[in-house]
């Protein structure tokens, strides 16, 4: 019972930062209908901005947590985003309107140079960063096994609540979201109204790769460790996540990301360990066979 | 509608400077980050270092070098479109696949023939080949389901790993021959094949790439994971080393052996040659097999599925087995070379069998160019020896492959030698070519 709560704790935790890296993945498929594989790779980028930023900050002696806290996310929000700019700008706008598989190749070389680089310039070696956020509430204690909420655990769940209800609100309320539900729908027409279609993808790209930046940010604070090879294992569960809470609907893949993160979290102390990842991909597969449009999206009429 | 996606942009020189000065604010604010700062790690705890130098030297290479870049582009563009004008009708002579392409492929293979006789002496040289072949032969295998039916499999490693991992496992337990394990393993790669393509082969395509991504990661964690199987990462060891039709490479003993049968003084070379020649053997098949099968029905729907599916299922065409065949045959061709690599290393384990892996074999297949056999073996080559070139390039080696597709990709999407051209062309005079 205890140890079922501390994986609901940890599932929904970690299915938050899931979440907000499927809504990259999700509102890029909308809006031009490409798998953008490197956005595992910009979340991982964004975590190494966060240590760099976190360590320079502890050198400068800043030991106030929020405010730290608010100087990295903005930080690595804004270089974050201008790496997804940079991303769409190179490897995919050129791409535009050829053949469906050659901007899926880029990404995918994309992916490997984010890495290599990353790799090359930051080392290979894990980074440890010192404890940011530490502490927690041990919320009941069971045969000698406490239950606990770590501090960091509270904040990523909160700043996910938010983001996702000011995304909301971005994409249903305001000018921008309507320009960019219209560019889902039909870019021709999108353009001949007056919109700069270009400049909306452009920003869809540095939301996604901005929310990836959050991702990023608190997971570092939440595990401590970073390394060059996270994104590829993250980017697959939240492309898997988005595609089963429906790809192309946010409220699908924050759904999609905590079912991941549920169904990782028990797996992973019920049954084994090693094999989390095996199933998740056979999730992503029993997805794609029974239901491809995902649990809330809609199904896709393919148009000659 | 070129038109459209090309935005102009002036070509004064105060323009040029301008969208340069752009480039490089953007690859400054870039290099901050990652190159200008760098977290070291000093006994457990982190510090941060700079690397000021570096980054400017990295902005000033993007400000040269978008300057020229655009200076290029314009000037290409510019004759481009001269030669567009004067010449429309030479656009139909340059269909049809250029003849010297051919000779190249029989110059090559030549070239590959006479190898291990010029460099008999040089052990090193006939394995670097030796490992250019089995890309090769990688390359081909993908080539049909990339290149010629348009399903993008990012997890060809896998059937790979089924192959070498077959023949480790019947050599190993069953004390099975390489040329018994062969065709074994070929036959359950592909029954992998089908395995996974029955159900994912409706989904379009980049779903597909993705599912075969997690299916090539599956069968690497059960391979680390399951070790009273695989031996978990330590692999599978002393897996037998093939024979020349029953005869052994060995040191004289009381059987025959190679060396003996033929009255040959022993040689260790004899084992890499003949390695050598297995693999080309096997890739020459693998070549002729895959162009024959382009030109009957099937291939033939290959490629019509790759242009177009919907128009394919119009003219009752069944898509499903036509990819699940193509699929099929790929991996088939994918666990003949994990068969040979298997009995090459004499040990295997999960490591040879990465994600990287697939990325390097579909970077042969797409920068070869889609479709084209010769192409992957120009990429092959390419993608093997420039690593052997120079020991500072190797862990640079990922970062250029990144680049290269990207670059390729935007450059070409069909791929360097690709002509994307059907096998065969009705003509109406009811020839064929």
Redesign the interface.
Known sequence: MALALQQLINGLTLGAVYGLIAIGYTMVYGIIGMINFAHGDIYMVSAFIAVTVFTLLAGFGISSVPLSLLVVLLVAVFFTSIYGWTVERMAYRPLRGSTRLAPLISAIGMSIFLQNMVQLTQGARVKPVAPVLVGGIDLLSVDGFTVRLAYSQILIVFVTVALMAGFTWLITKTSFGRQQRSCEQDRTMTALLGINVDRTISLTFMLGAALAAVAGMMVTVYYGVVDFFIGFVAGIKAFTAAVLGGIGSLPGAMLGGLLIGLIEAFWAAYLSAEYKDVATFTILILVLMFRPSGLLGRPEVEKV | ?TAL?LAPHGTSPADRLKDAAAVAF?AL??G????G?????QG?????ATRWPTLFAFVAICFTGRLILRLAIDRLRAAKQARERSDVELAAADRTASPWLTWIGWAALGVALALPMVFSENRYVVDTATTVLIYVMLGWGLNVV?GLA?L?D?GYVAFYAVGAYTYGLLSTQFGWGFWQALPVAGAIAASFGILLGW??LR?????L???T???G??IR??L??WTELSGGPNGIASIARPSFFGLPFKPPGDEATFASFFGLEYSTNHRIVFLYYLILALALLTNLFVSRMRTLPIGRAWEAIREDE?ACKAMGINARNVKLSAFAIGAMLGGFAGVFFAARQGFISPESFT??ES?II??IV?LGG?GSQLGVVLASLVLVLLPELGRDFA??R??L??????LI??WK??GILSHREPTLRYRANGGRR
């Open positions: 509608m996606v953007i604010l870039l901050i980050p990652m190159i700062l760098l977290t070291v790690d457990g705890a982190l510090r941060v990339v348009g993008l990012l159900p994912t989904l379009r395509g980049d779903y790439a993705i599912v991504l997690g299916f990661e599956i964690i059960i680390v994971n919907i994600f990287n990325a579909l970077a797409v889609m862990e640079y990922m970062l492959f990144g680049a290269a597709m990207i990709m935007v999407p069909g």
